[in-house]
RNA sequence: GGUCUGGUGGCAGAAUGGUGAUGCAGCGGACUGCAAAUCCGCGAAUGUGGGUUCGAUUCCCGCCCAGACCUCCA
């Protein structure tokens, strides 16, 4: 049971949705952390907000591997949705070449983000039957009902239904902003399987040929690799209710002997300029949209630049700073050698004090002095720390001057004309050239070592 | 309408029952032929009205404002 080499508990503090506190982590199994983060609906790119859900498991993820022996870290792909079945029609397009070009094309934008994949990565289509069997016991158990070819889950029948999001099935009734489907025994009673026409992708299942409910998929398949108990289940904060106050009922109540998660973790919504991010406001933005404005780097330093549970404004005057404070921190690694050092005790505090990441970044700036300064040692630390939040790991060189081109001959061509013309004490002409190079995008710092240069 | 968050300098954004981090921007200076980078220094904030307290930005209540959720949005 216990190891020796386990940290002594708790050694991280965490917000928990369901309790609405910050408190002490304790796994169920030291030896092995079980986290389950709810992953993207594969009809489009995906967008900055998926984005800093992702960033905030990533986070969380590298943090637990830090301090726990083994972590498995599962994250789902829901492939059958009707957003995905309506997107395939309107592109002409068969569902299952969409959810594969999407998929592939989250796959990418996270690895340029420095995303590491999660361990497992389920698929809702790859689990109908997980599905299926769980609907048929929740129908044995008397917390399922059929009713003209659905199934639908009762929520009268789970006393503790709302205990989640602190709701209770009177409010929401009384502020319903949808009409009640008919054949729904209670308003808040919610879909687990319905019937498919023939043109929508269906399964045949003892209540005909269908399709899954949304959140039935992530309760199978949290359950089919991390069991009735977990430690750890995350997401937006817009999926508090209804889709995890409905994974945790169905859950419980098919696996009464589980806990289901013991600690929710929900990031907050971001900003776009101010404004709520939406397709009417026409501010919706992708990773690919911010990336072909500044290096993947500089987003992910901007998205942890605010606290995961508080609202962000992202802003393009934001992206360029945290450019620019990406270029100081390279230019403390660039300056001398950097010894391999352990993650300074600084940012761990902050980090394992519910997910500091901007206090964290703050003693990124302390070190970077240092090591501008000359501590070396504090460039190892600075290198460290900017790890666990999965920075700072590239190469300066590649940072400042991008991919090796053959463009650098001509720009060090011209960096050699414009020393002589300074040695030669023709400013005027060494001016121009430097001129010359900025309007090329590239700046030249003089030092007593020579002339560097930078892209801009 | 209901539930829940949150309002900190010009901007971003931490923290805290007892003189409010950090970064960007700004200003002054050093360095530089001039820049760039770096360094030194400066100014600058707790939405509003009450309450509790020796003391409140922090705890409590009202108000104003913003945001999220209220049946398939990260």
């Known amino acids: 049971m216990p190891h020796s080499h386990l940290p002594p508990h708790p050694v991280l503090s965490l917000h928990d949705s369901q309790s609405r506190a910050t408190v002490p982590f304790t796994p169920i199994d030291p030896a092995h952390v079980k986290v389950y983060y709810c992953g993207p609906t594969v009809y489009d790119l995906a967008h900055i907000g998926n984005l800093r859900a992702m960033l905030t498991a990533d986070v969380l993820v590298r943090l637990l591997r830090h301090v726990y022996p083994r972590v498995t870290f599962v994250r789902n792909i829901t492939d059958v949705d009707d957003k995905i079945t309506a997107r395939a029609r309107a592109n002409g397009e068969d569902i299952g070449s969409l959810t594969q070009r999407t998929t592939e094309e989250f796959h990418q934008d996270l690895a340029s983000m420095n995303v590491l994949p999660p361990d497992i990565e389920p698929r809702a289509t790859h689990n109908i039957g997980e599905m299926q069997a769980m609907i048929a016991r929740l129908i044995e158990n008397g917390h399922a009902y059929e009713a003209e070819g659905h199934v639908l889950f009762s929520v009268g029948s789970f006393p503790s239904y709302g205990a989640l999001s602190g709701r209770n099935p009177e409010e929401l009734e009384a502020g319903a902003r949808v009409e009640v489907a008919p054949y729904k025994k209670?308003?808040?009673d919610f879909v687990l399987w319905k019937p498919s026409d023939a043109d929508q992708p269906g399964w045949?299942?003892?209540?005909?040929?269908?399709?899954?409910?949304w959140h039935i998929e992530c309760s199978a398949m949290s359950h089919r690799y991390l069991g009735d108990s977990f430690d750890i289940h995350g997401g937006g904060s817009d999926l508090l209710f209804p889709?995890?106050?409905?994974?945790?009922?169905?859950?419980l109540c098919c696996f009464p002997h589980g806990k289901f998660a013991n600690y929710w973790v929900h990031n907050a919504m971001l900003l776009v300029e101010g404004e709520k991010m939406s397709k009417s406001l026409g501010n919706f933005l992708t990773i690919r949209d911010v990336l072909a404005q500044a290096?993947?780097?500089a987003l992910r330093l901007l998205l942890l630049g605010?606290?995961?549970?508080?609202?962000?404004?992202?802003?393009?005057?934001?992206?360029?700073?945290?450019?620019k404070t990406l270029d100081r921190f390279y230019r403390a690694l660039a300056a001398g050698p950097v010894p391999e050092t352990d993650v300074p005790e600084g940012v761990m505090q902050a980090l394992a004090d519910d997910l500091n990441t901007p206090k964290a970044i703050a003693e990124l700036h302390a070190l970077a002095a240092q090591a501008l300064a000359g501590d070396r040692q504090a460039a190892g630390a600075l290198k460290a720390g900017a790890g666990m939040l999965g920075l700072l790991q590239g190469d300066p060189e590649q940072w400042f001057k991008g991919d090796a081109s053959d463009e650098d001959t001509a720009i060090e061509a011209l960096i050699n004309e414009r020393l002589v013309a300074r040695k030669a004490r023709d400013f005027a002409k060494a001016d121009a050239l430097r001129d010359q190079l900025q309007a090329q995008g590239i700046v030249l710092e003089d030092t007593k070592d020579g002339t560097s240069w930078r892209r801009a």
């Open 186 to 188: 209670a308003p808040g």
């Open 204 to 213: 045949d299942s003892p209540w005909g040929r269908g399709r899954p409910g």
């Open 243 to 251: 889709h995890h106050e409905n994974e945790r009922a169905q859950s």
């Open 295 to 297: 290096p993947a780097e």
């Open 306 to 323: 605010a606290h995961y549970r508080s609202t962000l404004n992202y802003t393009q005057a934001g992206l360029q700073e945290a450019r």
